[in-house]
């Protein structure tokens, strides 16, 4: 067998590579015990400099990594991606250091484990074949399996990360088994590949494996984004995890597998789609009756979150539907609001748990407006948001995507993701009901300390951005529309 | 020489025994091990299929594939070893603290 050196172009790969080191680096000097306060800010400054290396990169057009067999490629689409990432991780490790000091987790590991799972995210959404995306997919997985395990002594968030571990290394299995029926189609894992055998004549056997091949790899990315049926283990990890890692793992992680989805069904599975079309739809609905008929009835706050969290993915399936550049656009548009969003809800919890108090229950929350006006601000904007109330980014957001459906001939998909979507308003406006008009049942025990600085900075970042995109959303809707301008 | 669909029949029924295994079995190391079966399953198909296309890709995701294996078994053992410790028992029927 002959085999030759490929040419490869490091360039394409730069963010990645600036990440991983960003990671390494991080976890070197969390070794030393005097270095532990600065290293959250060490993080910070290392993610801030690879997303201005991200940014300097964006509108270069496509870079191969290698044009014999491509794996990752450099384009605005991964780009983009990539910084809203690095923006959801820099949140993280604002509203983790408090919460971090408070656990006794506050180890270098934890925040270059986070830089990992960024790395791994980043290479999921520059794929171009199916192999990166599997390796990005492990690195991002085995990350958060350790993260969301990170308070070894607490059972709940011991018994989290199993649930998690087990069903994502289920999962693993169902996309790797996938790849490899894909595999055999076409000769190839590489994306083109696959999307040339899809257009040319196949013959039955190919279309098996096709076929069983997609089946296999929405059945693993749907365990990713908590599709319905493979949803039943999201509330439970996001109880029992640490909160900002919760924040981390509804964001980053959910939008990771959505980046990889749109190039997926949008570049590649084109020429099934009368077959996935229908699954998906059904689905994606049932997506969203589940998520937030459940959510209804939750007392539990994460467990709400995690609920509405299943509702937002069953929205951010309707668009794939119409397969147009609109649709994407608008998937990206809403995955960007989607993490400023959820982040700051999740990060409310964890900037109160941060100072002792329990935050558990809706009652934990009773009050919240006269002890803490501005936390419950932000909160208050967060839930409108969510709920999809105007002038928030959540309002434009919902808009976008509903907007897109409509064109692309779904009319009923619309109206019924609609209709639950006024069902979501209970759920979230009763959270801001039990914060400003019930009383405090009594002053929670242990809450003396005061809000952590970098938590708050965080949150009114995020609330702040909300309100921005709410008013002047074009902005973002064509850095979204430029992002996607680059798939194929 | 063995026709390539004896060898994607034996992977398919290697990832079947592997799901069924941790879909049936309550023992944490056990779903562990049927989760690597399901893996298998999935490397034989690629090197069948690699070896039919006269490809070396194929093989070469094997060793990765093995490689990331490796790392997520080292981290699940680990987990289930905290959970042992914590609540001594590796049984995941046991393990349903988060209920609502």
């Given at each position: 067998m002959n085999m030759a050196l490929p040419a490869i172009n490091l360039y394409a790969v730069m963010p990645q590579i600036f990440l991983v080191s960003a990671a390494t680096v991080v976890l070197i000097i969390g070794l030393f015990e005097r270095f532990r306060k600065g290293i959250p800010y060490l993080s910070l400054l290392l993610l801030a400099v690879s997303g201005v290396f991200a940014v300097n990169q964006l509108g270069q057009g496509p870079v191969a990594f290698s044009d014999t067999s491509p794996m990752m490629v450099m384009d605005d689409f991964g780009l983009v991606a990539t910084l809203v990432f690095i923006a959801g991780a820099m949140l993280t490790v604002l509203i983790s250091v408090s919460y971090a000091e408070a656990r006794s987790i506050d180890r270098g590991e934890y925040y270059a484990l986070l830089i990992y799972a960024v790395s791994g995210m980043s290479m999921m959404a520059a794929s171009t074949d199916l192999f990166s995306f599997f390796l990005g997919l492990e690195v991002l997985s085995i990350s958060l399996y350790v993260l969301i395990g990170f308070e070894q002594r607490e059972a709940g968030s011991n018994e989290g990360a199993l649930k998690y571990f087990l069903l994502g290394a289920f999962a693993s299995g169902f996309i790797l088994y996938g790849m490899a029926l894909l595999y055999g189609a076409s000769g190839s894992t590489e994306y083109d590949v696959i999307a040339r055998t899809l257009a040319g004549e196949r013959s039955d056997a190919v279309n098996l494996l096709l076929l069983g091949g997609l089946g296999l790899l929405l059945v693993g990315i749907g365990f990713k984004i908590s599709m319905v049926p493979f949803h039943a283990w999201t509330p439970d990890v996001y109880q029992g995890a640490p909160t900002p890692v919760a924040a981390f793992l509804s964001t980053g992680s959910k939008a990771a597998a959505f980046v990889v989805l749109i190039r997926l069904l949008g570049s590649v599975f084109p020429g099934l789609q009368m077959e996935w079309v229908p699954l998906i739809s059904v689905l994606a609905i049932l997506t969203i009756a589940v998520g937030n008929v459940v959510a209804?009835?939750?007392?539990?706050l994460k467990r709400l979150l995690a609920y509405s969290s299943i509702a937002h993915a069953g929205y951010m399936l309707l668009p794939f539907m119409s397969n147009s550049q609109d649709g994407s656009a608008s998937i990206v548009f809403y995955l960007i609001v989607y993490t400023a969003m959820n982040l700051g809800a999740f990060g409310v919890l964890a900037v109160l748990a941060a100072r002792g108090a329990s935050c558990a229950t809706l009652d934990d929350l009773a009050g919240l407006g006269s002890r803490q006006p501005l936390l419950a601000a932000v909160m208050a904007v967060v839930m409108f948001s969510l709920a999809g109330i105007?002038?928030?980014a959540g309002f434009m957001a919902k808009f976008y995507l509903f907007s897109a459906v409509v064109t692309g001939g779904y009319i009923e998909l619309a109206v019924i993701g609609l209709l639950f979507s006024g069902v979501s308003l209970y759920y979230y406006l009763r959270v801001v009901l039990w914060m400003y008009m019930r009383p405090a049942t009594?002053?929670?025990?242990?809450?003396t300390g005061r809000l952590s600085f970098s938590g708050m900075t965080a949150l009114c970042l995020s609330a702040l951005a909300i309100l921005a995109v709410g008013v002047f959303p074009s902005e973002l809707l064509q850095l979204a529309e430029r992002a996607v301008m680059t798939l194929p | 020489m063995i026709p390539v669909t004896y060898y994607l029949i034996l992977s398919a029924a290697l990832f079947l025994v592997g799901a069924t295994g941790v879909l049936v079995r309550r023992n944490a190391i056990i779903v562990l091990m049927s989760i690597e079966l399901m893996l298998n399953g999935a490397n034989l198909s690629f090197v069948a299929f690699a070896r039919q296309f006269g490809m070396a890709d194929g093989h070469i995701y094997v060793f990765l594939v093995i490689t990331v294996a490796a790392a997520e078994v080292a981290i699940g053992l680990a987990l289930v070893i905290l959970l042992f410790r914590n609540r001594g028992t590796v049984n995941i029927d046991e393990v349903r603290s988060l209920r609502w």
């Open positions: 209804l009835v939750q007392t539990n105007p002038p928030t009594e002053a929670p025990a242990g809450a | -």
